[in-house]
């Protein structure tokens, strides 16, 4: 497993992508390959020796209260420390607030492989770097000092605190009040009241403090709030306060989860004795527009997370059809013995639609890091924005489609494995279990398509839409190799340039986005064949034949069999935009 997924990671970085150009980039001008390989290297050898032996433990044994104090799986906790200990969450941290200042692409290539060994202890750190870069990004030098070193320390984890038990995605509608306090050496502080549910790592016993970012509307001197999301802030909220004193934050109880069992998922109460403390993060009103960063860097963690779970079952599902032998492929009834059962050509089927959907997940997700790269970091201010445009478009896909179709992928290696994948001996129903997650947190897969066509296509008149087409066609006519899936894609990207202008051109943008999944989905699939053609490509320069080959059969797997699926996923939007709209109540109602 190691050695694959590492295989598929370098050739991703430097055979196609082209990592290396990032030392072109004045932030990383001083770093190189050498630099990069070690520490994928080091985060490796941690998530195999350390976060993977405890997968199925940190399962069996969730986290747990005890005298209002969770309590982590010992041997996760354990593992999560030699994480911390060895500072490799500080990866992309600026050097100038004591972190290694590494390419985000870099950062995201290594948390595949702990995502992939352990995603619920993926989940304390990847939470932990976006909280820990909102705070150096838009909070004060005294704010650094006292909420995001402790993180950079290994002293203490983040979390971010947006949903509540009746508010769900509806951030607007928050209900926790905040009352200003004055101002002091951390800005201005307030009392916070309310409660959050479905908090991450919520609480914890690896580190020992846990630093909440906290969205809140702020009480008016006349005691009302500014409604919706122009009143929405942010604050920080400590488990401990400066100087070590409890916060007045507390758990009221743990979810129990089908999956991730090994990350505490909490119900926090603030203010049961008076209001928590908390200072504020940024302006009054400015708290989504600021926590929009943390979201989305957390909704590529997300797609990254299916990607990578996708890739240990397919890598799982392999090797046991290589090892279990049980009949007679139907290609070869003379047989006299049974065979592995990699011979049945269904088995085989399963396999490579695995294959398709996990290495070409964990692409998508490595060429969004490789973009928001240029966007923090790109000195031509029109560099920065082109690559903005394009990331901000493919967001909701990086997010959707890794946790939608590794889903399928690692329905597949429970099939491959047949009872024994039921079966909790086996870690593909845990996988399984564990991915089932990925659609809904970081907003549901509605939420991303109404996102995706709202506001990234049809809010902005397309002209996003019509940068990526450019691109892909570019690409696409510059290169060379597989030429029938080459003009497979030029004419998907003149199929998707007439579905924008038609649904621009109609102007019933409600219809639209009342059958906006299936444009997702569809979407999302057009995408990935637009990488899987740049992987099969990349893949003709690869010094093992066996390994071009490879890309070149699932690149064309993915052209015959799931390319044809996307006009049928987006039939309800062209053909039937009013049948949902105009279903009767009593059809799906009690």
Same mark, same amino acid.
């Given at each position: 497993?190691?050695?694959?997924?590492?295989?598929?990671?370098?050739?991703?970085?430097?055979?196609?992508?082209?990592?290396?150009?990032?030392?072109?980039?004045?932030? +990383?001008?001083?770093?190189?390959?050498?630099?990069? #390989?070690?520490?994928?290297?080091?985060?490796?050898?941690?998530?195999?020796?350390?976060?993977?032996?405890?997968?199925?433990?940190? #399962?069996?044994?969730?986290?747990?209260?005890?005298?209002?104090?969770?309590?982590?799986?010992?041997?996760?906790?354990?593992?999560?420390?030699?994480?911390?200990?060895? /500072?490799?969450?500080?990866?992309?941290?600026?050097?100038?607030?004591?972190?290694?200042?590494?390419?985000?692409?870099?950062?995201? &290539?290594?948390?595949?492989?702990?995502?992939?060994?352990?995603?619920?202890?993926?989940?304390?750190?990847?939470?932990?770097?976006?909280?820990?870069?909102?705070?150096?990004?838009?909070?004060?030098?005294?704010?650094?000092?006292?909420?995001?070193?402790?993180?950079?320390?290994?002293?203490?984890?983040?979390?971010?605190?947006?949903?509540?038990?009746?508010?769900?995605?509806?951030?607007?509608?928050?209900?926790?009040?905040?009352?200003?306090?004055?101002? #002091?050496?951390?800005?201005?502080?307030?009392?916070?009241?309310?409660?959050?549910?479905?908090?991450?790592?919520?609480?914890? #016993?690896?580190?020992?403090?846990?630093?909440?970012?906290?969205?809140?509307?702020?009480?008016?001197?006349? /005691?009302?709030?500014?409604?919706?999301?122009?009143?929405?802030?942010?604050?920080?909220?400590?488990?401990?306060?400066?100087? /070590?004193?409890?916060?007045?934050?507390?758990?009221?109880?743990?979810?129990?989860?089908? /999956?991730?069992?090994?990350?505490?998922?909490?119900?926090?109460?603030?203010?049961?004795?008076?209001?928590?403390?908390?200072?504020?993060?940024?302006?009054?009103?400015?708290?989504?527009?600021?926590?929009?960063?943390?979201?989305?860097?957390?909704?590529?963690?997300?797609?990254?997370?299916?990607?990578?779970?996708?890739?240990?079952?397919?890598?799982? &599902?392999?090797?046991?059809?290589?090892?279990?032998?049980?009949?007679?492929?139907?290609?070869?009834?003379?047989?006299?013995?049974?065979?592995?059962?990699?011979?049945?050509?269904?088995?085989?089927?399963?396999?490579?639609?695995?294959?398709?959907?996990?290495?070409?997940?964990?692409?998508?997700?490595?060429?969004?890091?490789?973009?928001?790269?240029?966007?923090?970091?790109?000195?031509?201010?029109?560099?920065?924005?082109?690559?903005?445009?394009?990331?901000?478009?493919?967001?909701?896909?990086?997010?959707?489609?890794?946790?939608?179709?590794?889903?399928?992928?690692?329905?597949?290696?429970?099939?491959?494995?047949?009872?024994?994948?039921?079966?909790?001996?086996?870690?593909?129903?845990?996988?399984?279990?564990?991915?089932?997650?990925?659609?809904?947190?970081?907003?549901?897969?509605?939420?991303?398509?109404?996102?995706?066509?709202?506001?990234?296509?049809?809010?902005?008149?397309?002209?996003?839409?019509?940068?990526?087409?450019?691109?892909?066609?570019?690409?696409?006519?510059?290169?060379?190799?597989?030429?029938?899936?080459?003009?497979?894609?030029?004419?998907?990207?003149?199929?998707?340039?007439?579905?924008?202008?038609?649904?621009?051109?109609?102007?019933?943008?409600?219809?639209?986005?009342?059958?906006?999944?299936?444009?997702?989905?569809? +979407?999302?699939?057009?995408?990935?064949?637009?990488?899987?053609?740049?992987?099969?490509?990349?893949?003709?320069?690869?010094?093992?034949?066996? +390994?071009?080959?490879?890309?070149?059969?699932?690149?064309?797997?993915?052209?015959?069999?799931?390319?044809?699926?996307?006009?049928?996923?987006?039939?309800?939007?062209?053909?039937?935009?009013?049948?949902?709209?105009?279903?009767?109540?009593?059809?799906?109602?009690?």
């Amino acid at each position: 497993m190691t050695k694959a997924l590492r295989r598929e990671i370098d050739f991703m970085l430097y055979d196609w992508l082209g990592a290396e150009r990032l030392s072109e980039l004045p932030d +990383f001008e001083s770093q190189d390959r050498s630099d990069w #390989d070690a520490f994928l290297d080091l985060s490796g050898e941690i998530a195999w020796n350390e976060l993977l032996p405890c997968y199925k433990a940190a #399962d069996r044994e969730e986290p747990w209260l005890d005298d209002g104090q969770v309590r982590v799986q010992q041997q996760l906790a354990q593992a999560l420390r030699v994480y911390l200990d060895a /500072g490799l969450h500080q990866a992309t941290a600026r050097p100038d607030v004591g972190g290694m200042g590494l390419p985000f692409t870099i950062a995201t &290539a290594a948390m595949a492989e702990v995502m992939a060994a352990n995603v619920a202890g993926s989940g304390f750190i990847m939470l932990s770097v976006a909280n820990t870069r909102l705070l150096t990004d838009h909070g004060t030098p005294a704010q650094i000092a006292a909420f995001a070193r402790p993180q950079l320390e290994g002293d203490a984890l983040g979390t971010m605190c947006l949903s509540e038990p009746d508010t769900g995605s509806s951030l607007g509608d928050v209900t926790t009040r905040a009352y200003p306090e004055g101002d #002091d050496e951390l800005g201005s502080r307030y009392r916070l009241t309310g409660r959050k549910m479905w908090i991450s790592g919520g609480d914890q #016993d690896v580190t020992g403090n846990v630093i909440h970012l906290v969205l809140a509307k702020i009480v008016q001197p006349d /005691g009302s709030v500014i409604p919706g999301a122009k009143g929405t802030t942010l604050f920080i909220v400590p488990k401990l306060l400066p100087g /070590g004193a409890r916060n007045d934050l507390s758990v009221a109880g743990l979810n129990h989860k089908m /999956g991730y069992r090994g990350t505490p998922n909490c119900l926090l109460n603030f203010g049961e004795n008076g209001g928590a403390t908390g200072w504020r993060l940024g302006a009054e009103g400015e708290g989504l527009r600021i926590m929009f960063d943390m979201m989305n860097e957390a909704r590529v963690n997300v797609g990254l997370s299916g990607a990578a779970m996708a890739y240990r079952g397919f890598d799982l &599902a392999r090797q046991y059809a290589q090892e279990r032998v049980q009949g007679r492929s139907v290609l070869d009834r003379a047989a006299e013995r049974p065979v592995p059962i990699v011979r049945h050509p269904d088995v085989r089927r399963m396999l490579l639609v695995q294959k398709a959907i996990a290495e070409g997940a964990l692409a998508l997700c490595l060429k969004g890091a490789f973009f928001k790269d240029t966007v923090s970091h790109a000195p031509e201010e029109a560099e920065r924005r082109r690559m903005h445009d394009l990331l901000s478009l493919l967001t909701p896909v990086i997010k959707s489609w890794p946790s939608e179709q590794g889903l399928v992928a690692l329905h597949h290696a429970i099939q491959v494995h047949g009872g024994y994948g039921y079966t909790r001996d086996f870690d593909v129903e845990q996988l399984y279990r564990d991915s089932r997650l990925n659609p809904i947190h970081e907003g549901t897969t509605g939420i991303q398509a109404i996102d995706l066509l709202g506001r990234k296509i049809l809010s902005e008149k397309g002209e996003s839409l019509t940068a990526l087409l450019e691109l892909i066609r570019h690409e696409t006519r510059t290169g060379q190799g597989m030429e029938a899936e080459a003009a497979t894609l030029l004419e998907l990207c003149d199929w998707f340039e007439e579905v924008a202008a038609l649904l621009l051109r109609d102007g019933s943008k409600g219809l639209a986005l009342a059958n906006a999944t299936g444009f997702l989905d569809g +979407f999302g699939h057009f995408v990935v064949a637009w990488i899987w053609l740049a992987l099969a490509r990349a893949a003709d320069a690869h010094p093992d034949p066996a +390994f071009a080959e490879e890309k070149r059969w699932t690149c064309r797997y993915f052209y015959a069999a799931e390319v044809p699926r996307i006009r049928s996923m987006m039939a309800l939007l062209l053909s039937a935009p009013r049948l949902v709209a105009e279903l009767p109540d009593h059809v799906v109602s009690a």
